[in-house]
């Protein structure tokens, strides 16, 4: 069945349950291909996309915890975010994202990779931490498929799974933190 739909260039393009737990399951291998390990910081910036979901999901997977960024943050609030939270790789939208994520990336010495959706504008840019998503997963798939179950049959209900900013408005936004139970448990709601 249909689990979302996108459009793109103005079609819609729908992604079935198989579709996503493809993507998401090449998204969680390829992040540990890459050296990203449980507990580390996935950020997420751009649009509400279904990489953002899929990127999001591959985080907790593989244990780590994901940090949502608005695509329209400040490349300060940005750097600020990442380097708080030490980050370790970022799921990016596309060029814009990669370029607010470049311009910082002097303060963002953990920040060891960035993935990108929209390759448009991508080939002008060199920088040793760049990675398509279509690459990510090409790395996941090429792994054994049953580190995808034993990475979710190790997940815990009461680890941390998402950080969630708080407004900022008196001063640099602070972080609540949410766990992958309750996380589940609104699901399911």
């Known amino acids: ?40 910081v996935v950020g997420l910036i751009g649009d509400n996309r279904p990489d953002w979901v899929m990127g999001e999901v591959a985080a907790h997977a593989l244990g780590c915890r994901s940090l949502g960024i608005y ?15 030490g980050a370790a790789v970022v799921f990016a939208e596309d060029e814009e994202q990669v370029d607010k994520l470049l311009n910082i990336g002097d303060r963002l010495p953990g920040l060891r990779r960035i993935v990108f959706s929209d390759g448009r504008g991508m080939r002008k840019l060199s920088d040793p931490r760049l990675i398509s998503a279509e690459a990510l997963i090409a790395l996941g798939e090429a792994r054994d498929p049953a580190e995808w179950d034993a ?12 950080l969630c900013t708080t407004s900022g408005t ?20």
């Open 1 to 40: 069945e249909i689990a979302l739909r996108e459009k793109h260039l103005g079609i819609w393009r729908a992604f079935t349950w198989a579709d996503y737990a493809r993507r998401t399951r090449g998204f969680a291998l390829g992040l540990r291909a890459i050296g990203i390990q449980p507990g580390e």
């Open 170 to 189: 008196t001063a640099r936004p602070k972080l609540a933190q949410l766990t992958s139970g309750a996380l589940v448990r609104h699901c399911e709601a």
């Open 71 to 85: 695509r329209d943050s400040m490349e300060d609030e940005v750097a600020y975010l990442l380097g708080f939270t």
């Open 151 to 162: 990475m979710v049959a190790a997940t815990r209900a009461e680890e941390v799974a998402v």
